[in-house]
């Protein structure tokens, strides 16, 4: 189900601590495509600090293009599903344990939209055992939950939560994103 307003300050806040309460993972991405060399300078060590802080609460980490976003992008927009050589090596992907520490860190953010390079990773995603919960693509100020039941679709109405649907849509469990980082 797609959001449609900004999530922001004590949304954020609310919907961050009920993400943590509910998911056993969340999913970063660098990109370094389109980047000067100063930028991607700067990625390599927000990735790196990152890496330093949470090394204990790392489940997997891997390059390659192909993340929540760009596996919907390939179904709904028509996207290559065959990238040039060396593509593959711009973007790695982190997944990380939920746990209080990480916690601290995604709410010094208090913005879903402002998850972007160089910065901070991007398209902050929430995965429970393996399946995506909650993915964003910040850049486009898009994000999108999948809603387990219609109880979760209203207790998210009620912390702010603007849904673009006006009734909770389930998502068949055969459609959403899998990563197995267990």
Request: glycine residues 4%.
């Amino acid at each position: 189900m797609i959001t449609k307003n900004l999530i922001t300050s004590d949304i954020y806040s609310r919907l961050m601590e009920y993400s943590f309460s509910k998911c056993d993972a969340i999913m970063l991405v660098s990109r370094k495509d389109g980047f000067d060399d100063d930028k991607i300078d700067c990625l390599n060590k927000t990735m790196l600090e990152l890496k330093q802080k949470f090394e204990s609460h790392i489940l997997k980490i891997r390059n390659g293009g192909h993340w929540v976003f760009m596996r919907v992008g390939e179904k709904e927009c028509g996207f290559a599903k065959e990238n040039p050589p060396g593509f593959d090596e711009l973007f790695e992907v982190i997944f990380l344990k939920t746990v209080p520490e990480l916690k601290e860190y995604v709410l010094e953010n208090q913005d879903l939209y402002a998850w972007l390079n160089p910065k901070y990773l991007e398209d902050i995603s929430f995965f429970k055992n393996g399946y995506c919960w909650l993915y964003s693509i910040a850049h486009e100020k898009m994000c999108m939950i999948f809603c387990e039941n219609e109880e979760e679709y209203i207790y998210l109405k009620s912390i702010g939560i603007e849904f673009a649907e006006d009734h909770f849509i389930s998502t068949p469990k055969e459609e959403l994103y899998y990563e197995n980082y267990l």
